[in-house]
């Protein structure tokens, strides 16, 4: 049931591997690189299944669309390859689970889901967002986490019924078609990952960059340009749906922020820690992290600009002690508009 989209004939077919080649955190040449896939491929032993981040990046790096990280996710549940200790992990997924306590509401467009991450909610406000429904809990939560704990298993289990509560209860019987998603994660869930896995999802999700790209144009007479340098910490989510990071650039273009070129950005982001953190790796979450905060500042950056609120609360006081504003893309247009 819910079986992956993937054919072991298109990576015998492929000559750059480049799901293994272009990785940051492991190094390969194509010979090795090639048998380690197949390794994966056939269900045998692989260095990869040990030492992956868990980035989600071969996901964007494979030019054919034949899913190497979910694959890996269901190569180390099958093996116990757990990336995090057991008990971590199994305390994780029982504290995050479905309660059940969902009321069904009548809601209106625009319904922004918050997942069960509601920290950010403050930033749904005028005039950016324009008389908005907002959804939010453990009976939403898309569950899509569980690709850092080797738990493919757990998201087939809740991520259909996360799909139908958000259905049934809120946007079906008030004729709403469209959910705008908040967060990367739930984006990726409902439009690349739930085809991937074969699991039908009746609305049509938004990513919230299409739809703040679309409120500028609207709002475009109250924009005072920030004139600002700005680095993004790019999520390890948005891996899964790359289709959707030329929004952002038309939102830093339309509020006058320069997104800075830098090296840890776009196709060779880095992870903002807190993964490696949970997976106790600390010496290459303490490495990355410099890494990466120091490239921000390098490049000139004022501000450091997140979607996803673990990065921000990962990096964003680190950020801001090196001299960086830490602050959510949406509040960041949200600047924008109170001149
Ligand atoms: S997953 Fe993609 S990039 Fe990797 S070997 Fe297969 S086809 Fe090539
Ligand atoms: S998920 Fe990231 S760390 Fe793991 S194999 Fe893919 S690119 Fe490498």
């Known amino acids: ?10 990576c015998q077919a492929c000559n750059t591997c480049d799901c293994l080649m272009k990785c940051q955190y492991m190094t390969f040449d194509l010979k090795e690189a090639k048998r380690e896939k197949t390794r994966i ?8 299944l ?5 980035c989600y990046a071969c996901e ?7 899913h190497p990280f979910y694959v890996i996710v269901e190569r180390q549940e099958e093996k116990g390859l757990l990336p995090a200790p057991a008990p971590i992990t199994k305390q994780q997924i029982r504290m995050m689970q479905p309660k059940g306590t969902l009321t069904p509401g009548r809601v209106t467009a625009p319904v922004i889901d918050m997942c069960y991450f509601p920290m950010l909610t403050g930033s749904i406000r005028a005039p950016l967002y324009e008389n908005p ?14 690709l850092h704990f080797a738990r493919n298993s757990v998201i087939r289990e809740r991520l259909p019924r996360v799909i139908d509560n958000i259905w049934q209860c809120y946007l079906k019987d008030s004729g709403v078609e469209e959910l705008i998603c908040f967060h ?36 475009k007479d109250r924009i005072s340009p920030l004139n600002a340098k700005v680095a993004y910490q790019r999520p390890c989510s948005n891996r899964l749906i790359p289709e959707t990071d030329h929004w952002l650039d038309a939102i830093f273009t339309k509020i006058g922020a320069e997104r800075v070129d830098r ?28 890494r990466n905060l ?34 959510h893309v949406s509040d960041l247009c949200q600047e924008a508009l109170k001149g």
């Open 1 to 10: 049931m819910f079986a992956i989209n993937f054919d072991p004939a298109v």
């Open 41 to 48: 491929n056939k269900g045998e032993d692989s260095r990869v």
């Open 50 to 54: 040990k030492e992956c981040a868990t």
């Open 60 to 66: 964007e790096y494979c030019p054919n669309g034949n």
């Open 133 to 146: 429904s907002i959804i939010e809990g453990s009976d939403v939560f898309c569950n899509i986490m569980w």
């Open 184 to 219: 990367d994660e739930c984006y990726a869930a409902f439009s690349h990952l739930a085809p991937a896995f074969n699991i039908d999802v009746p609305f049509k999700p938004r990513h919230v960059f299409e739809y703040i790209s679309d409120r500028l144009d609207v709002l």
């Open 263 to 290: 090296e840890y950005d776009r196709e060779t982001a880095l992870c903002c820690g807190q993964v490696l953190r949970a997976h106790q790796r600390e010496d290459l979450a303490d490495d990355i992290q410099k």
């Open 294 to 327: 120091d490239d921000m500042k390098a490049a000139g950056a004022v501000f450091c600009a997140f979607n996803c609120p673990v990065c921000m609360l990962t990096l964003g006081e680190a950020a801001a002690e090196k001299g960086l504003f830490p602050i």
